[in-house]
Each structure stands twice: as C-alpha cells, then as structure tokens.
C-alpha cells in the first residue's frame, strides 16, 4: 500500500487495526536493507517474507538509485504473515518500502531512523559495495552491519571502508560477513573429527588442506583456510601464487594448503590430511547435506550433517539465529586478509 | 578444547558414545528416546559416532530392532525422517538381548561395546539409561559393576541416566540411590525429569536473573503469593496399574512441580555450573515448612474424578476406568498450600494443584504481587487488581503480565490489561523436545538439568508425612469427589478463599 513518508506510522496503525485482530504482530529485531541494484525492493520483499516466517521483525527495505537525475522518494507498507508453528495463528511482521532517487538517496539515515521500532536492535543489510565516505551519522545507530564479502570487487578497499565507519561509530558494531556465515556447515563438519580429546594431537600433525571452491568464491575458501590458521595458530610463509599457501605450525611444521577451482557448490569438498588420516567433506551440488568421512588405514567411516544453501534467505536466517560477536572471523578474516 | 568450536557453539559439546539402553523394546525408547538421538543426529547435534545398543530380553536381531525403531521413529519423531539420513542413522543401532540379571549378558555387552569402540570411534564413552521400572534397577547396576562397565579407562566416562520414578518414598528412593551409588558415583548419575528439559522452564532463571526488573520485587514484601498449576484434560488413561498405586501426589508434585517451585523460589546461584543451580535448589526444597498432621487437613485437598464430561463428551469416573479398584482411594487431584522458610518468600505461600480431567490443559507458573496502596485511584470504589506474572510452561510457551491500565475516557476507569509474549509468535525456530536438550547434556556432561540425590530425597521428606497421613488408620483427610470437567473439588477453592484468594483462570 502507498503512504506518504510523514504517514507511515498512522498507516500501520490502520493496517493492524483492519485485521482486527485475527493477527498477532511481532517484532524482535529492526531488519534494513539497503540496494542501489535495479529492481532490488521487489527481491527483497521476497527474501523479507521468508525471513520472516523464522526471525519476526520490522523490514524496512531501501531501494536507492543516488544516480538518477530526478528527485523521487515513494514509499509503501505491507505485512508478511505465516501461521504459527504453535498453533492457527496467524503471525505478521511488518514491512515498510522505501525508492530513493537522486539526492534524496541521502535522506537514508534519517527515514532509517525515524521508522525504527523502538528499543529493538537494528540490523543494517548492505548490499553490493560500500561508498565513501561512509555516512558516520548512520553507523551510529547500528548494531549489526550485515554484508557479502563474496560479492565486493576489492576487499581491502571494502572493509577498509567498514572499519573506518567502525571506529567512527559511537557504538560497537558487530560486522556480520554472508561470506562468512556460507562456511557455517563446513566449519561444523571439520570441528566435530576433533571433539574427542584423545583427537586433539592430530592438530599438530596436519599436513596439508585441500580445498575446492567454485567460480567466484575464491574469497570463501580464503576465510575457510583463514579460520584454520588462526584457530590452529599457523603463521601464513608463503603464498606462492594466491591458491596455494604454506602455513607452519607452532612446532614449525610446515602444512600446504591448496585451493582449486571447481564447479558445484561455493565449497565443494575440504580435505585434512594427518599422518596416516584423512578427514573429508563434500558438498555435492545442490545437496542438502554433507557427506563427512574420516579415512585411516584400517577403516572407513562416513555420516552425513546438514549442508548449508547459499541462498540469501537461508543465509540471512543462519545469521540471524547464531548472533554472537565473530570474534572468530575477525581472527581469521585477519590471518588471510591480504590474500582476500 | 577443541578450537575449531570456538564461536559455532555456546554449549558444551557432547562426546562420541555409545548410549546403552535398558528396556530398549519399551514405549519410552520408541516413543521419546530413539526419536531424540535421530533428531540430534539429523540436526548435526552429534558426533557422528554416537552409538546406540538397544538392551532387553526379548530375541531380535539387529535388522529387527532397527526396522522396528524406524517405524516408531517415522510415527513419533518432529521432522520428517529422511530416508538417506536414517539409513546412515540405523547403521549405529545395534540390538543385544539378555535377560537383565543375566551376567553372562553383561559380559558380552562388555564385549560388543570394546568392539564399538574399535570400529566406529566412540572412545569408550558410554552412557547407560535406564529406561525401565526401579524394580530393575538393582540388577542391571549390580552386573555393570561386575562387568567393569561402571568404570571408564582414562580418559573416557561412564554416566547412567535413571527415569523417574525416584522411588515412592523417602525409604525407596535412598534404597534406589544406593543401588545405583553401589556403582556409580554421583558425578556420574543423571536422574532425568524431563520438565526440566522444557525450554520455558529453563527461561524461569532467565526471566529472574537476566532481567532486572523483577528480581528486586521477588520477594515477601511485594509478592503477595504464587500459584503452580498442572492441569490436565486427560483421565488414567492406560496407566491404571501405575497410577493407583502413585497418585497425583507422586506422579506430579514429587518431582515436577516441585523441580518448578524450586526454579521460581531459589536464590540466584553464584555460577550457572550445575552443582552452583543444584545447590540452591536443594535449599528451597529443605526451607519447605513441614507439615503435621492438622497443617495437612488444614493445607492439602485430596480429590479423585467422578463422572463428568471433556469438551462436551461424557466421561467415566476414576473408579469405573478400566485397571482400577471400584473402591480405589488414589487421588486424581491435588492442592497444596506450601510455604518456604526463607528470608525471600517467607509468609509467601505457594499454592500447587495438579489434576487429571480438568476443564483446560495446561502447565504455568503465576505470580501475584501485592495490589499497589488504594490511595489514589478509586480508592472508594473499585478495587485495583494485583499484577501478576505468568510463565506458561506448555502448551503456548510464554510468558504474560496483567496490570493496570486507565480506560480512554473523562474518568479515571482502571482496568486490567494483559501483555503477553509467545515463543511461538517471537521465535520461528521451533523448541527441541525436553528429550533431546536433557540427553545432549548427559553425552556433554552437564548435570544442571537433572536432579541430584539430595533433591529428590528431600522432596520425599516432604512428601512422605502427606502420604502417611492419607493412609492413617486415624484422622485421615478426607477424598473430595470433582466431576470429571470441573476445576476439581470445591475444597481446593476453599484452600484459597479462606486466604482471601482465588485460583488463577486459566
């Protein structure tokens, strides 16, 4: 439905008290989403609508054009209901729509913040790259600034960019990489071969990793090797032509790490060889799991855990649900940064 | 510590082992334990070397007891199971039969498990549940003992999960401890209540204790009383021959009802270390005021359902179900008005009602403040009503408070408004079973969620002069009949209104 921007609460309003009570509004978190990509609100309306049958919220969906000659702000409100798990109930979360073109493009932070659901953290979805300067006056109400590092053209400039608005910002933001949270899964498979204590002496005695990636998702494969080094505690020696890296050890045991391309999934298949052990995990296409196998010279075991999607909505809701500081991604984002 | 957990989990992580199961052909396994471990097991909540050996006595291979779990598990699992993760699933079931105070069966065990510990890695962890009547407790324990398995080389564990009941009594329930103490230690023991493991009832210390607002006002000089409620639309059911001889007294109170007292009425514990939460509870259970045999005709109504109907369909009373005595004196209904001798709740009384055949199902926790000075608003008419906060524990998992509000008008109209919260409506990732958070934390380690020795023994403490006063030759209290659909007898309305209170509607 259209409103007029200095309407929208009274707009809401009517539009809860239309339903007249057949539905339960919800809230947990403001959730903004900001794209400068043609035709992005109505893909973003798409995403709000299955984000929000898990992570109930208040959308608000920015589509933006700074570019456009003409001056245009338009914006509208809608509701996203799914039944209740619990019961019949119809739950809704509400959206609110936003096409900035031209200078008004820079109205952002001010309809960002006057539509905020009061005292609910806000979540703050950027889309595509960052500009400079980054608008100070906008991070400083941000909780957490979710993005795509897979997608960025120069991640150095990128996150530059993010660390300056950081530090910048009065508050802590959390930075929140999709690129990060693709390897999820992965990361899950790879840590539970050493859950064991009578498995932790392995650590030391990792010799190699084989990673196979798929077209453009070098920079996954990067942050997988890079969480390895710095959980691990490897020091990066040598990065002979950007695939293929040499870590050492704390025992200054040298451990290669080789990626490669393949077609398939963003991660296809990671594989940890210790002495006379291989740990492996696959990622078939379009699989819904992984097959996990530990390979020794006696004998084979294999399992299946869940896989992860590199859709935006699975990826946005595994987010959403894990929350937490990624302290462990600025660790390992750090250990690989200039090869990212 | 493994460093690749570091940030994917905020719990410890649960170790590769073998869950053993006595009484593996049971309704307990098929319908709750089997489902669990395969939910945990597709969710990636395991380690991939989880085991488990289905023990009883009847013969059945392997295949069998897998083809049989399967079927249970499709019929009474959460999620829809997958065919090709039950398949990998199925391939850690494994069957052994034996008579259950067969040593030579144990030996075997013993046997089969060293031989699963080679081939699928699950570093000889084993956790032992005991999913079967007390009366088989002792032997099953006394052969683990004798076949080493209440032991674990260096470096693994042994744990035995024990299903209630704990006993039926002060006397039973030390004799069962020490049966199971006889083989394992403390440490080492995880008595299941799986109310514990429901997801509201862990948010009651997170409501109190992460929340500023209400623990400065949880105590005597603003809370006027609490009520606990269990309440239940089902009659005995096909548990006859268990429940005449327990009763609503034993079958909820002991255990469950209690477990929730202890969670609404402790103090905050120094860490959330499972002995630190243990401890304070076991507090509450001991600061119980203690009741003679006039504080129990004074503070207890006993009542059993007599015919009536459920949702409009007529019932039959307790006597005429089927497996119970024409003249039986179990109770289907309790009320309790129940005090803690504490510095918090002092002259706070709690009062517990648990029924089958009530009106509503329903499980919830409310807690009434006092009413705010009637100074001010209406302080010639109508009476302001008390602030009361409910914790639902199932069904409709939340949490609501009513207060006061003024009505849109010229007046000064007060009225009572509700705020509510769902877990349904807030959280779209649906609950785990209780079963699968309580046997997580066994294969983790964590023994916060299960009770300890001395809390169970001390619940009877409390319990036993209850019972013996209901089955004294003199004096007895009397059993109040309720037709089946009622709120149960009017003398559990009494309990309160002679309080000045009435029971919360549910």
Redesign the interface.
Known sequence: MPVEIGKIDRELKKLWAEAGGAMTRASLINLAIYSEAPGSLPQNTEIIFKITEDHACRAIVIGANPGAPENRVEAWISAHCHVSRAGSKQICSEQLSFLLEGPSAKLLPNIVFSQLDSDLPLYLWWQGEFHHPMDAQLWAWVDRVIYDSQAWSNFGTQLGRVEAAQAEAKQRIVLCDLNWTRLVQFRLALAQFFDHPSSHHRFNEIESVEIDFAPGYRSTAMLLAGWLASQLRWTLEKDSNGNSLVFRNQAAREIRVNSQEKAGEPISRVGLKCNSIEYRVTHAPKADLLKVTVEGSNAERKCLMPAGSNDPVRLMSEELMRGGPHSVYLRSMNAVRNLL | M???????A?RS????CTVVIFGATGDLTMRKLIPAIYNLA???EL???VTVVGFARRPKTDEEFRKEQEEATRKFSRQTVRD??WN?FAQALFYHQSEFHDAAGYKSLAERLEKIDR???T?GNRLFYLAVAPDQFEPIVKNLKEAGLNKARE?SWARVIVEKPFGTDLASARELNQIVHHAFAEDQTYRIDHFLGKETAQNILVLRFANAIFEPLWNSRYLDHIQITAAETLGVENRAGYYEGAGALRDMVQNHLLQLLCLVAMEPPTDLGADSIRDEKVKIVRSLRRMTREAIVENVVRGQYAEGAINGKPVPGYRSEKGVKPDSKTETFVALRVRVDDWRLADVPIYIRVGKRLPKSGTEISVHFKKAPQVLFNKESVSLDQNVLVIRIQ???GISLRMQAKMPGTTFRIEPVKMDF?????????SPEAYERLLLDAMSGDATLFARRDEVEEAWAFIDPLEEAWVAKENQPGLFEYPAGSWGPEEADELLARDGRAWRRL
């Open positions: 493994n460093p690749l957990r570091e940030g994917l905020t992580v649960p170790q590769a597709a969710d990636g380690p991939p070397a090709e993760i990998g081939e699928r890695g570093g470096g069904p409709d998992e769902h877990y349904g409506t807030s959280f779209g990732k649906a």
